[in-house]
C-alpha cells in the first residue's frame, strides 16, 4: 500500500504541458556530452529584422551557432520588414552585422552555407499580400532547403504590435502545428508594462500559441554565469548548509552600467529602470538564488521552484524608506564629460523616466525569513558590472581585541555575473607580521583561467533552445506575471510621489540609494 502510494507521487502529474518535440540526432551517444545537440530542420522567421536587436544580437548569434556547426543543413533564415529589399541586399545587410558583430571568426565556407537558406519578405504588418508571400517563401524553402514545415516566429517588434502580426499569421495559415511540424513564437520584453498588461498579452499570444509553444527571452538566462548559480549551489555541498536566514545577513543583487541611453529614447522613456531591468533579469536572479532545489532540471520542475520563489517574494514596507530612484545627470565617463538624460534626444525635459532604480524586497519562507535582497540597477554608473553577493552574518564571538579586527567585514560569496566572470569569496586572514591583525581578503575563481572555451553569447544559446525545443531558460507567463505582481506597488507608489533624484554620472547613483542602505545599517559593495 506504502510503496504504491509513494509511486503514485512519483508519476508524472497529469495536467503537465506536453514539451515541445525535440529532433533526436541518431548519431548522438546519449551519455557523451561532448556531442552536441543540433536542431532538426527548421526555419527562422524574424519579425522587425532591421532593428537594432537584429542586427547587434540576433543575425551575429545565428552565424556563430553555423559556425560553430550547431545548425542543421536544412535551416533558412527569413526577415519580415517594411523596407525594400531583395534577397540579396537583405544577406548583404546580414553579413555586414555578422562581420562587425560576431564573437566566432569568419569562415567565407559557413558564410556561403547559411546565405544559401537567407530570403526576405517585405510588407508592413497590416498587409495580408505580404502574409501570404511569407507562407509561400516558407513551403519554398520547405521544398528546395528541406526546413520540414518547422518554423519558429521571432517577434523583435514592439508589443502593440503583436495583435496584428499574430492575427497575420492565423490568416496565413502559418500559426497552427501538427504532430509532424512545429510551430514556436519567440517573444522578447518588455512582457506588459504592469501586471494587468501582462495578463492581456499573456491571454492574447496564448489565444494562438499554446504555453509550450511561447518562448520569453530574458537574455539573462542565457548567460553562462547565471546558470552556473545553479551548478554552484545544487552540484556542492559546501555552500548549500550555510544559504539561509541562519547565516545570510542580507543579499545585494546588482547589475551596474556604464553607458546612458544613446539612441534608445523611443524604448526607454516612459519605461525605466524598474521595469527594464528588474522586473525581468534582476527578479531572474533572485529566483535562481533563492529557490528550493528542483527535483530535477526538467524544464517544468524547474519552473515550477521559481514560480514558488516568486510567489513568497515581496517589496519590504514603507516603500519611501526601502527604495530608491534616480537620473542621471551630466558627469564624467572616464575621461569624457557626458549629459545628462535631458539632454538626450528624445527625452522629455520634465520626463520622470528612472534611470536607477534600487528596492529591498523579503522572501517570506523558513529559508529566507527576516534576510533583505536588495535590487539595484542603473545606467551611467561608476563600472559595467553585474553580480549577486550573498553576505554572512558576523561571527558571533571574535576571540580578538577589538583593535585586531577594525578591517575585518563581513563574509560574502560573489557570483559575477559579468564582465569579469566568476566567484569571489571573502573572508579574514591574518596580516603578516608579530602581531595578530586580521583583514578582508579575496579567494577568486575566474572563468578565463579554469576554461579554456570561451562561453557563448546568450542569445546563441537562447535561439538554439528554441530550435531545439528545450523551454528550460525561458520564463513562463507565470513567472512574468508573479514578476509583475511584486513590482508593481512601487510602479504605483512612485508614479504618485515626486520625481526621481538626479546623480551625476559616473558615480554610484542617487544619495537616496546609500540612504535606503544606511538605515538597515548596511552598505551597498563598490564592485
Ligand atoms: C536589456 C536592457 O535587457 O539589457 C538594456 O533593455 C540593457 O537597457 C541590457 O542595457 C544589458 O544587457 P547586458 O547583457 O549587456 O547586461
Redesign the pocket.
Known amino acids: 500500500m506504502a510503496e504504491t502510494a509513494a509511486a503514485a507521487q512519483r508519476a508524472e502529474p497529469a495536467a503537465r504541458p506536453k514539451l515541445s518535440r525535440t529532433w533526436a540526432n541518431p548519431l548522438r551517444d546519449e551519455r557523451d556530452k561532448r556531442i552536441p545537440h543540433i536542431p532538426g530542420p527548421c526555419s527562422l522567421v524574424i519579425f522587425g529584422v532591421t532593428g537594432d536587436l537584429s542586427r547587434r544580437k540576433l543575425l551575429p548569434a545565428i552565424y556563430d551557432l553555423a559556425n560553430r556547426g550547431l545548425l542543421p543543413p536544412g535551416f533558412a533564415l527569413v526577415g519580415f520588414a517594411r523596407r525594400e529589399m531583395a534577397d540579396e541586399d537583405f544577406g548583404a545587410e546580414v553579413l555586414a552585422a555578422v562581420k562587425k558583430h560576431a564573437r566566432t571568426p569568419f569562415r567565407q565556407e559557413v558564410w556561403d552555407r547559411l546565405a544559401e537558406g537567407i530570403r526576405f519578405v517585405q510588407g508592413s504588418f497590416d498587409d495580408d499580400a505580404a502574409f501570404d508571400n511569407l507562407a509561400r517563401t516558407l513551403e519554398d524553402l520547405d521544398a528546395r532547403r528541406g526546413t520540414g514545415g518547422n518554423h519558429a516566429f521571432y517577434f523583435a517588434i514592439p508589443p502593440a504590435a503583436f495583435p496584428l502580426v499574430l492575427q497575420q499569421l492565423t490568416k496565413a495559415g502559418l500559426s497552427q502545428g501538427s504532430d509532424e511540424q512545429w510551430r514556436r513564437v519567440v517573444i522578447e520584453?518588455p512582457f506588459g508594462h504592469d501586471l494587468a498588461s501582462a495578463q492581456d498579452l499573456n491571454a492574447l499570444v496564448n489565444e494562438t500559441f499554446p504555453e509550450e509553444t511561447v518562448f520569453r527571452i530574458?537574455?539573462?538566462l542565457g548567460?553562462e554565469t547565471v546558470q552556473n548559480i545553479l551548478a554552484l549551489r545544487f552540484a556542492n555541498q559546501l555552500l548549500e548548509p550555510i544559504w539561509n536566514a541562519h547565516y545570510v545577513d542580507h543579499v545585494q543583487i546588482t547589475?551596474a552600467?556604464d553607458?546612458g541611453?544613446e539612441g534608445?529614447a523611443g524604448?526607454?522613456d516612459g519605461i525605466g529602470?524598474a521595469r527594464?531591468?528588474i522586473q525581468?533579469?534582476l527578479l531572474q536572479l533572485l529566483a535562481f538564488t533563492a529557490m528550493e532545489e528542483p527535483v530535477s532540471f526538467d524544464p517544468h520542475q524547474l519552473q515550477a521552484e521559481k514560480v514558488k520563489v516568486l510567489s513568497a517574494t515581496k517589496l519590504v514596507e514603507p516603500l519611501d524608506e526601502s527604495t530608491a530612484r534616480g537620473q542621471y545627470a551630466e558627469g564624467w565617463q572616464g575621461a569624457q564629460h557626458v549629459v545628462g538624460l535631458h539632454e538626450e534626444a528624445g527625452f522629455a525635459p520634465d520626463s520622470r523616466t528612472e534611470t536607477y532604480a534600487a528596492i529591498t524586497l523579503e522572501v517570506d519562507t523558513r529559508r529566507w525569513a527576516g534576510v533583505p535582497f536588495f535590487l539595484r540597477t542603473g545606467?551611467r554608473l561608476g563600472k559595467?558590472v553585474?553580480e549577486i553577493a550573498v553576505v554572512f552574518k558576523r561571527a558571533p564571538h571574535l576571540p580578538f581585541d577589538a583593535t585586531m579586527t577594525e578591517e575585518l567585514g563581513q563574509n560574502a560569496l560573489v557570483m559575477r555575473?559579468?564582465p569579469d566572470e566568476g566567484i569571489t569569496m571573502r573572508f579574514g586572514a591574518k596580516v603578516p607580521g608579530s602581531s595578530m591583525e586580521v583583514r578582508d581578503v579575496n579567494m577568486d575563481f575566474s572563468y578565463g583561467e579554469a576554461f579554456t572555451v570561451a562561453s557563448p553569447e546568450?542569445y546563441e544559446r537562447l535561439i538554439l533552445d528554441v530550435l531545439l525545443g528545450v523551454p528550460s531558460l525561458f520564463p513562463v507567463n507565470e513567472e512574468v506575471e508573479l514578476s509583475w505582481r511584486i513590482l508593481d506597488p512601487v510602479l504605483d507608489y512612485w508614479a504618485a510621489h515626486g520625481k526621481p533624484e538626479p546623480y551625476e554620472s559616473g558615480t554610484w547613483g542617487p544619495r537616496s540609494a546609500d540612504e535606503m542602505l544606511h538605515r538597515t545599517g548596511r552598505e551597498w559593495r563598490r564592485p
Request: net charge positive; aromatic share 14%.
Open positions: 520584453k530574458d537574455h539573462y548567460k547589475m552600467e553607458i541611453l534608445r524604448y526607454y529602470a527594464d531591468v525581468n533579469h545606467k559595467r553585474t555575473i559579468q546568450a
